[in-house]
């Protein structure tokens, strides 16, 4: 599912993509938003660092959590009346930071490493993770 699946017009894509602010990496988001994103994309067996999957997830989102938002973009004729309707949504997902406050760092460095570290063990092979669980039964061969 793509911004273009959506059938939304190229203004309105254009609107919806300003306004998340969008530039690789891990979104500067709430915690909350975060986490959605990263189940989802765990999910898809997609990558929550990249743009493309984001961007899926928004529109995923869009369609069935905050269909009142995605509808009223199907609406906007301008890139700017498509910003100014997706703003309430965009206002849930963003960091205070990203609105001029300043007391979100902690949090969002928190997400990054905890994603990371996720990342790291969903790539680790299934013998890993049983020869720990051996080792930390106190079984012995």
């Not at 765990?42 to 989102?61: R, T, W």
């Not at 069935?64 to 206002?91: C, H, I, S, W």
């Not at 930071?97 to 990054?112: F, K, W």
């Amino acid at each position: 599912m793509t911004l273009s699946d959506q059938e939304w017009t190229e203004e309105q894509a254009r609107g919806l993509l300003d306004s998340l602010n969008l530039d690789g990496g891990t979104p500067k988001w709430k915690l909350e938003p975060l986490r959605r994103l990263c189940d989802w994309c765990s999910a898809h067996g997609k990558d929550p660092a990249i743009i493309d999957c984001q961007l899926e997830f928004v529109a995923h989102e869009l369609c069935d959590g905050f269909q009142a938002v995605g509808m009223a973009l199907k609406r906007a004729k301008t890139v700017n009346e498509a910003r100014e309707l997706v703003r309430p949504y965009v206002r849930r997902l963003t960091a205070p930071e990203i609105e001029g406050q300043t007391n979100n760092a902690d949090a969002h460095s928190l997400y990054v490493l905890v994603s990371s570290l996720v990342a790291t063990l969903i790539s680790l092979p299934a013998v890993w993770y049983f020869t720990a669980a051996y080792a930390s039964s106190g079984l012995t061969a």
